[in-house]
T-cell receptor
Framework: DTGVSQDPRHKITKRGQNVTFRCDPISEHNRLYWYRQTLGQGPEFLTYFQNEAQLEKSRLLSDRFSAERPKGSFSTLEIQHTEQGDSAMYLCASSLAPAYYEQYFGPGTRLTVT | GENVEQHPSTLSVQEGDSAVIKCTYSDSASNYFPWYKQELGKGPQLIID?????GEKKDQRIAVTLNKTAKHFSLHITETQPEDSAVYFC?????????????FGKGTLLTVNP
């Protein structure tokens, strides 16, 4: 079990640039979640996938954010026209039926927008 | 939606003492309550969880209790060790429909002094 992996671990970008993060879930985990964590806060739900289908998006996920999971395995989260308020840790978690509630997190991608 | 309150925000104990962290939740439909440990620069690690049909669960030095009537649950760590120092998050999930998204508290920074 290699665990959930995320890439890159750190990303520094200038305001207005686009960034893309990747998440590889635990093998055979068919559910994948994205959360965002700001300093001093707990993670907040952004969106989740059941296999390749994106089933729910939080209102935190503005139109500048898009997530995909094309083949039901890895997922990408893209932020277009980044703003300083996008600076945060972006966490990915995966889970397996029937214990969907039991979510295992990756190490996160820390985004800094300058 | 669900709201999870966690306290204290910081907790300092001497090695060997016990530590207790408390959380309350608002959604009576919530039925799954995990606890995560997050070390600096890492993603949250699931350390113990409890379902609503159980009042208490133990795993070695850690235990979680749940009072569904009062809508609160607690994490108990006995015989604390310096390596227990981390930020601890409680969370709740209703599992309603098919989401199972987690709503987190703001975290407790636990420091165990040698």
């Amino acid at each position: 079990d290699t665990g959930v992996s995320q890439d890159p671990r750190h990303k520094i970008t200038k305001r207005g640039q686009n960034v893309t993060f990747r998440c590889d879930p635990i093998s055979e985990h068919n559910r994948l979640y994205w959360y965002r964590q700001t300093l001093g806060q707990g993670p907040e739900f952004l969106t989740y996938f059941q296999n390749e289908a994106q089933l729910e998006k939080s209102r935190l996920l503005s139109d500048r954010f898009s997530a995909e999971r094309p083949k039901g395995s890895f997922s990408t989260l893209e932020i277009q026209h980044t703003e300083q308020g996008d600076s945060a840790m972006y966490l990915c978690a995966s889970s397996l039926a029937p214990a969907y509630y039991e979510q295992y997190f990756g190490p996160g991608t820390r985004l800094t927008v300058t | 939606g669900e709201n999870v309150e966690q306290h204290p925000s910081t907790l300092s104990v001497q090695e060997g003492d016990s530590a207790v962290i408390k959380c309350t939740y608002s959604d009576s439909a919530s039925n799954y309550f995990p606890w995560y440990k997050q070390e600096l620069g890492k993603g949250p690690q699931l350390i113990i969880d409890i379902r609503s049909n159980v009042g208490e669960k133990k795993d070695q030095r850690i235990a979680v209790t749940l009072n569904k009537t009062a809508k609160h649950f607690s994490l108990h760590i006995t015989e604390t060790q310096p390596e227990d120092s981390a930020v601890y998050f409680c969370a709740a999930s209703s599992g309603g429909g098919s989401n199972y998204k987690l709503t987190f508290g703001k975290g407790t920074l636990l420091t165990v002094n040698p």
